[in-house]
T-cell receptor, first 109, second 112 residues
Framework: GIQVEQSPPDLILQEGANSTLRCNFSDSVNNLQWFHQNPWGQLINLFY???GTKQNGRLSATTVATERYSLLYISSSQTTDSGVYFCAVERGSGYALNFGKGTSLLVTP | DTAVSQTPKYLVTQMGNDKSIKCEQNLGHDTMYWYKQDSKKFLKIMFSYNNKELIINETVPNRFSPKSPDKAHLNLHINSLELGDSAVYFCASSQGLVVEQFFGPGTRLTVL
């Protein structure tokens, strides 16, 4: 099956710092989503981004499908950004999302 | 106005029992999914239904049986619960098959 690798696995930031999370995938995909799992366990949709660039407030994402990677940018981080960020891809054969192992982010005051 | 809801949120039970988790979505979507998140937070697909028809059945023990009474509901029944079934189970839905998926709040199952 398709491999999804996220880096870094863990990240600690001071409030106000910027960060870039990376997602590499091993095959072409039809769908790519970024999620934030907050400390209460809820999975929150951040971006649906099979290709191109999107921005939503302090967050933005870029997917370069031809090079099989996606980046999630977090600017001016806040403590509420803490949690696990997942990248998930879908290849069109079965329609299920294949998740990476996530990047665990801790933002300290 | 919850989009994808699951009940119960927490479920604690003894080994060998049978339990069900319910999922409902009010988004008008035609495809629903069950994912399992293990203790290391890894998320993996279990089942998916499109228009009440099963389209994905990953390598999941036969003790797990999904049931979709209508397009808005996908329930998960688990027989003879084992310690290894302890996990968080997420329901999700989408309109169509290759589009954005939306997740419910999860059900944390603990088997003692």
């Amino acid at each position: 099956g398709i491999q999804v690798e996220q880096s870094p696995p863990d990240l600690i930031l001071q409030e106000g710092a910027n960060s870039t999370l990376r997602c590499n995938f091993s095959d072409s995909v039809n769908n790519l989503q970024w999620f934030h799992q907050n400390p209460w366990g809820q999975l929150i949709n951040l971006f649906y981004i099979p290709s191109g660039t999107k921005q939503n407030g302090r967050l933005s994402a870029t997917t370069v499908a031809t090079e099989r990677y996606s980046l999630l940018y977090i600017s001016s981080s806040q403590t509420t950004d803490s949690g696990v960020y997942f990248c998930a891809v879908e290849r069109g054969s079965g329609y299920a999302l294949n998740f990476g192992k996530g990047t665990s982010l801790l933002v300290t005051p | 106005d919850t989009a994808v809801s699951q009940t119960p949120k927490y479920l604690v039970t003894q080994m060998g029992n049978d339990k069900s988790i319910k999922c409902e979505q009010n988004l008008g979507h035609d495809t629903m999914y069950w994912y399992k998140q293990d203790s290391k937070k890894f998320l993996k697909i279990m089942f998916s239904y499109n228009n009440k028809e099963l389209i994905i059945n990953e390598t999941v023990p036969n003790r797990f049986s999904p049931k979709s009474p209508d397009k808005a509901h996908l329930n998960l029944h688990i027989n003879s619960l084992e310690l290894g079934d302890s996990a968080v189970y997420f329901c999700a839905s989408s309109q169509g098959l290759v589009v954005e998926q939306f997740f419910g709040p999860g059900t944390r199952l603990t088997v003692l």
